[in-house]
């Protein structure tokens, strides 16, 4: 029950830069703060950016989080093969009273 | 270092209850909010529930006639427990550290099947 859309893939070459959109509503973005994960399938997910920008200690700054209104945004930089992995936004829909999180997005490097 | 590990069975039948425990190090569980989160295979992340350090719990409406979770503050654990699961239930199952999460295990495999 994905209430956040994703776009299901985003591709570019090493050294390029991709963002990931994540479109929500009133009740979850327009109103709460967004994290991102980035998941290699059978690890813990790891936290990227929490608080719509922020960054854990560790996280490289090639990756930047931004909001706009319903909408955030992830964005990698300096792309590297060890990116490749799927990314999530999540935050709390203040309507439904859970977690919510994006459909996902599969960054390919190519 | 905080770490998060999912323990429990990885086959449940139908009509069962499916119940794990997530084992944290490095955190106690009675200083934060921790969750349990589940992916159905080839699916998107859905949110299960909350505890407080405290107890108190939250669960997402579309799951909250069916989930318990609690905490075990003894051995540092919390537990989800699942009833009258379905192959709908089949998932990977994280518990992970606050409401949004800044720590997760690496997950665990339940699939309900006779």
């Known amino acids: 029950q994905s209430v956040l859309t994703q776009p299901p893939s985003v591709s570019a070459a090493p050294g390029q830069k991709v963002t990931i959109s994540c479109s929500g509503s009133?009740?979850?973005?327009?109103?709460?703060?967004v994290s991102w994960y980035q998941h290699l399938p059978g690890t813990a997910p790891k936290l990227l950016i929490y608080?719509?920008?922020k960054r854990p200690s560790g996280i490289p700054d090639r990756f930047s989080g931004s909001n706009s209104g319903t909408s955030a945004t992830l964005g990698i930089t300096g792309l590297q093969t060890g990116d490749e992995a799927d990314y999530y936004c999540g935050t709390w829909d203040s309507s439904l009273s859970v977690g919510v999180f994006g459909t996902g997005t599969k960054v390919t490097v190519l | 270092q905080v770490q998060l590990q999912e323990s429990g069975p990885g086959l449940v039948k139908p009509s069962e209850t499916l119940s794990l425990t997530c084992t944290v190090s490095?955190?106690?569980?009675?200083?934060?909010?921790w969750t349990w989160i589940r992916q159905p295979p080839g699916k998107g992340l859905e949110w299960i529930g909350e505890?407080?350090?405290?107890?108190?719990?939250k669960y997402n409406p579309s799951l909250k006639s069916r989930v318990t979770i609690s905490l075990d503050t003894s051995y540092n654990q919390l537990s989800l427990k699942l009833n009258s699961v379905t192959a709908a239930d089949t998932a990977v199952y994280y518990c992970?550290?606050?409401?949004?999460?800044?720590?997760w295990g690496q997950g665990t495999l339940v699939t309900v099947s006779s």
């Open positions: 505890i407080s350090y405290s107890g108190s719990t």
């Open positions: 490095g955190a106690s569980i009675t200083s934060y909010y």
């Open positions: 992970a550290r606050n409401n949004l999460p800044d720590y």
């Open positions: 608080d719509n920008n």
């Open positions: 009133s009740s979850n973005i327009g109103k709460n703060y």
